[in-house]
Structure formats: structure tokens, C-alpha cells
């Protein structure tokens, strides 16, 4: 493209898809899309798309708040990000969300899976090693957040209750379950087991599709009946549940309105988090150069597809407003109200008060909401709670409404080398764990971090750039 055609908007580091290595990289605005240009010495000119809304992107920034660490780093700063995970003493975030692989292994061998699982990949964890990883979580945040059980498929792991038990007896505020729902469908008893570990427990259960073609694509089989049934299961104790969809262009992204009101119906359902296919792991029927989806495109999608929200109700989360989108929901009395637009975002990025809820609401509604984040204290400690809502998972004490009053729609992107900004990375706030105890952003542990080969690949890359170990952060 000749020079001047797009406008020029700001600068960041980034990686060639192809080598891996790190590459300057502008961002600038072209046929009212963003796109990142960069150029490898090796590889060429690379052009990417990475919003499809220039307004909305230039205002994700605005929402950036202060930045908060984990109670300890685990690596030293030597050959600068993404190269030192992690967490290294220049990351801005701590976990917001600490993901605990179990098992490499899966009951299915999906065509889209960013960690390769499958019957015969890799090995489980075991329970001292397992032990160690969440002794970790626990030294890096005190109290986590959140804390999900991942896999590969977690629930087929030898030890299963186990750890369940391991976990759920640290100071953690929130457990999850990341599975497809295979044994939850299948295993009679398996589904009440799991609400034993009520509350502050919740099920993150894989969701992509109500089409066959479309699970056979992503998956390798046609879910349908295994969703239904282990909906049906999880409805029948109440147990708190997560709608995950992986999206890819040509393939699901029209049924995005239709999944958020299958999942407002289902009454164990909090939630649905969507999140764009990250090229990473195992991609057999996706192409980078058209599948790929943006974390805009997405957004105005689900606009476009519910008719009950506007555009205030889908905004930046402040931990990492590049890689979060979020939007809340009140389920009262059979309606539902969107509840983000009331929230103050100037309010929300001052850490030294409280955030507001604006009351342009019927005066019944906000006397609900009040009382939802109140517990029936003053109104300072309604906006405190309000505040924490938008980062993490919300611990809800009202006198008439509970967790299950509140539904949360989220888009989750996750970088690739594709779209990957240094800037955002340093702000990555959902983490794994490794077993040596080092936690390192989703995002780069999929690059680099995962298999024998990439950690060969980044030794490989590390042994080009000068170290400068034991440096301060910046």
C-alpha cells in the first residue's frame, strides 16, 4: 500500500507470525478499520487488521486503570517481553484469573484446541505437583480471584475429586471448572458431586454452536445432545454456569444473539464469554488470513444480534481494556435489565473513590441495584462492590437478589503473533500455572511456553538478543 493512504496512530512492538521475533510495529487507521503494520528483515511487510470501530478502539486506552501486582515476581527481567515469562517484574498485572492445567489429556481430539489435547497427548499431573502449582497461585496473590481447573479435559484426571478437594480448601474466591461437559452429560451423580463444592463454584462449560456442521468443524462431533444434557443436569442442582464459545468467522459468528438468549433462559446459566479462535496449538480447519475475528467485530455483532443492549452496555474492562470486553445484566422477576450503561467510567478508572452508578433508571430498578452491591450497607460500600464487578467475579450479599440475579457477557481475546501489541501482553491479567511454580499470561505461554519445540524455538530467539538480567522493570 503507497505511503499516505492510512493515518498514522501510534507506535508498539510486536512479532513476526512466521519467526517469532520481535518487530516494531505502527498502528494506523485505513478504510475505517485499524490495522498493525510491521516488517520482519526475514519475513516481509505484514499487514493485520486489529479493529474494525476507530472510535471505539481509540477509547479502549481511556479505560486503563492503575496497574496491580502479584505479592511476588518469579523471573527476572533479561531479554525483555514477551521473553521472560513469567510473571517477570515488568508484567502491569497480576492474575485476575489463574488457569490450573491438570491433564494434558482429553476425551476429544477437537480441530480447534490451543493446547493440543487429545486420548493420547501428553500426561496427567500429579497430586504433589498439582499441590505445588496452587501453593503458587496462592504465594503470587494471597487471595486469587479466580481460579480455574483446566485441561485438556480436567474432569478425566485420576484424581479429579482430589484436587477439587486441594483446591477448594485454599483461600480462593472463586473455583471454576473449564470442561466440555462430556462427564457432566454422561456420569449419573457426577453433576451433584460438583454442587457439594457450592458456594463460590462455577462450571465453564464449552459452548460453540446449536449447528452440527459447525461442531464437527470445531470439535470432530456433533455436542448437541451431550450440551443439552448436562445443561439439564446442571440446572437440576443449581449449579452456577459459564457459556464458553470459541468463535471463527464463516462458522458461528451470526448465532452470537442467539446463544445469549438461549443461555438468559437456561436458570443455572451467569453467563456466556465468547471468545475469538487465538492461532495457537491445534487449527485444522481455521485460516489465519480469513477466519480470524476481532475483538470489535465481535462486539458489534452482538450488538447488532440483541436487540436489548446499546452500545454503553459492552465497554473496556480497566485491567486490560485491549483484551476485555464486558457487559452486566439483572434478572428480575422473569426481565432483564442491562445494567452497564448506568455505571460512571470516569468514576471507574479512579481508584481513589468509589465508582457511581448513574440513577437515570425507573426509581424500582435502582433501588434493586442498590441493594444488589449494598448488602445492606451505605451506599459507599454499594459502590465499592460496583467496582470490584468490573474485574473480577462479584461476590453478591443482598437481602433479595444473589449471584444467579446477575448475567455477564464478555469477550475474551486472546493475542496471537498475529495481532500481538506489547503493550497489551504487559496487562494480561489470565494467567497459567506451570509446575516449577511460574505463571505466565495465556497468551505467550501458547506462543512459547508449551510444547518442547517452542521452548526450543525461544531459546532460540533469546541466544540473538543481548541479556540484561536482573535489571529493574522499567
Sequence with gaps: MPAGRYTYYDFTLSLCPHCLRRVEAKIVFEDDKVWMRKRCPEHGLQRVMIATDVEYYKQIRNYNKASEYPNRFHTPVQWGCPFDCGLCADHEQHSCLT????????????PTCYAESSPTHGSHRTLAEVERMLDAIVASEGEPDVVQISGGEPTIHPDFWAIMDMAKARPIKHL???????????????????????????????FDSFRPSVLM???????TRVRERALARLNAVDLSTTLVCTLQRGQNEDELGEIIRYALEEPCVRGVTFQPTQVAGRTDNFNPATDRLTPTEVRQRILDQTPLLQPNDLIPVPCNPDALTMGYLLKLDGQVFPLTRYINPAALLDTSRPNTIVYEQQEDLHRHVLDLFSTGCSVDTAQENFHQLMCCLPPVSAPSLGYGNLFRIIIMHFMDAYDFDVRSVKKSCVHIVEPNGHIIPFETMNMFYRSAVQRANLASIRAQIPSFSQSPSL
Design 99 to 110: 488457569v490450573l492445567e491438570i491433564t494434558d489429556r482429553c476425551n476429544l481430539s477437537c
Design 217 to 223: 468443524s470445531m470439535r470432530g462431533q456433533d455436542l
Design 176 to 206: 471454576m471448572l473449564n470442561t466440555n461437559g462430556l462427564r457432566i452429560a454422561n456420569d449419573p451423580g457426577f453433576a451433584e458431586r460438583l454442587a457439594t463444592y457450592l458456594p463460590d463454584f462455577e462450571v465453564y462449560l464449552q
